[in-house]
C-alpha cells in the first residue's frame, strides 16, 4: 500500500455506502496510552430479576419457558406493527410513508452470564440456525429482515443477557438501501460482486484480515469508520445467510468465537459492539449482492474510553486516527 496512506490525511471511499471517510494517522501517532484495564465483571448463571432468562416473567406478563439453547419472542416493544397505519401523507417538503413490520428478540442462551465469545461453537452454531429460521419465517412476508445484535451498556442495550433482535419490515431501509444499489451498479458493470472484488483485494493485500478460515474472512475493511470496525464474509458468493450450507454454519461459528475473543482481550473487557447481518432483501431483485456482517465497537483506546462521532463527524464527514490496518494488526496479534 502507499506509504502516505500510514503517515498522511488522506480521504477513503467507502464503496457500498458511497462516502467518504477522512482518515488521520498523523494524530495516531501519539504513544499508546491504552490502558489494559480489566474491568471485573461477575454476572450469575441464572438472574431471578432478568426478563430474559428461562421461566421468567417479562414486562407485558408472559412467561419464558425453561429453553435450553436459543428463545425467540415477539417484542413487547416492538418499534414496528405488522398492520401498515394505511396513511401517506405528503404536503409540500413534508412527505410520510406508512411503514409495517415485525420485531423479535433472540436469546442466545439460557445462561445468563455468557456473552457469544463466551459459548462454545456448538452453542453458536444454534444462534446461526436461529436467524435463518427466523430469516426464512420472516422473509416471506417481509422485504427487509434486520438481523442484529447490541451488546453492552455503552451500546444503549438494557440487558447483559445475551440476546439480539430482528426487525423486519415492509421496506428496504435506508442503509441497506444504498448498498442494494451500490452492488447492483458494480455487478451490472463488472459482472462481478463487489465485495467479492474487494475481498480479492483484501486478500492479495493482507493487511487488514484479522482471520480467516476455510469458508470466512474477518477483516477490516479499507473504509472502516469505527476504530475497530469489522466485517466478516464468505468466500464464495453468497447472497443471504439462508444460502449458508451446515459446514459453513460451522466455521462460521468457529471464526465468531475466535474474532469474539480478540475483541474481549483487546481491552480486558467484554467488548460492547452494534453488529448486524446485511443480506440479499428477501422480495427485491439484488445482483451482486454479497451476504456479510458489520460490527461496530465504539470503543478507541481502553475499556473506558470510546471514540465519540461527534462534532466534524457530525457536521461534515466521518474521521479516524487509528488507521483500519493498525487496527488490524492490533486485532491479529491479540489472542483470539
Ligand atoms: P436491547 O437491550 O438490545 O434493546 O434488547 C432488549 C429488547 O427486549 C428491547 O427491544 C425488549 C425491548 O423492547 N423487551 C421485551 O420485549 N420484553 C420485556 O419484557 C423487556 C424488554
Ligand atoms: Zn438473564
Not at 494524530?27 to 421461566?55: F, H, I, M, Q
Amino acid at each position: 500500500m502507499d506509504a502516505d496512506l500510514a503517515h498522511l490525511p488522506h480521504r477513503r471511499w467507502n464503496p457500498l455506502l458511497r462516502e467518504w471517510v477522512l482518515v488521520s494517522p498523523h494524530r495516531a501517532k501519539r504513544p499508546w496510552l491504552g490502558a489494559e484495564e480489566t474491568v471485573a465483571e461477575s454476572r450469575p448463571a441464572y438472574d431471578p430479576d432478568c426478563y430474559l432468562c428461562p421461566g421468567n416473567q417479562r414486562v407485558n406478563g408472559d412467561w419464558n419457558p425453561d429453553y435450553k439453547d436459543t428463545y425467540v419472542f415477539h417484542n413487547d416493544f416492538s418499534a414496528l406493527l405488522p398492520e401498515p397505519s394505511h396513511h401517506r401523507f405528503e404536503e409540500g417538503l413534508m412527505r410520510a410513508e406508512p411503514a409495517a413490520g415485525e420485531c423479535r428478540v433472540v436469546c442466545f442462551s439460557p445462561r445468563h452470564d455468557q456473552t457469544l465469545a463466551d459459548m462454545e461453537a456448538e452453542s453458536i452454531v444454534r444462534v446461526i440456525e436461529t436467524w435463518q429460521s427466523e430469516l426464512a419465517d420472516l422473509g416471506q412476508r417481509w422485504d427487509w429482515v434486520q438481523v442484529f445484535e447490541n451488546k453492552g451498556e455503552v451500546m444503549g442495550c438494557s440487558n447483559p443477557h445475551p440476546h439480539g433482535q430482528i426487525w423486519a419490515s415492509d421496506f428496504i431501509p435506508s442503509l441497506p438501501a444504498r448498498e442494494l444499489e451500490a452492488q447492483a451498479d458494480h455487478f451490472h458493470a463488472h459482472r462481478r460482486p463487489l465485495l467479492m472484488d474487494s475481498l480479492a483485494q483484501e486478500l492479495a493485500s493482507g493487511e487488514r484480515i484479522v482471520d480467516q478460515n476455510e469458508h470466512w474472512v474477518w477483516l477490516v475493511p479499507f473504509w472502516a469508520v469505527w476504530p475497530f470496525e469489522t466485517m466478516l464474509l464468505p468466500r464464495r458468493p453468497i447472497a443471504s445467510l439462508l444460502d449458508v450450507a451446515p459446514a459453513e454454519v460451522e466455521s462460521l461459528a468457529e471464526i465468531m468465537k475466535a474474532g469474539l475473543r480478540r475483541y474481549d482481550a483487546l481491552f480486558g473487557v467484554s467488548f460492547p459492539y452494534s453488529m448486524g447481518w446485511h443480506g440479499a432483501p428477501t422480495r427485491t431483485p439484488a445482483p451482486g449482492w454479497q451476504l456479510h456482517a458489520h460490527w461496530f465497537p465504539p470503543l478507541l483506546r481502553s475499556a473506558t474510553v470510546k471514540k465519540f462521532m461527534v462534532g466534524y463527524e457530525m457536521l461534515a464527514e466521518s474521521q479516524r486516527d487509528l488507521t483500519p490496518e493498525q487496527a488490524a494488526e492490533r486485532l491479529r496479534s491479540t489472542g483470539g
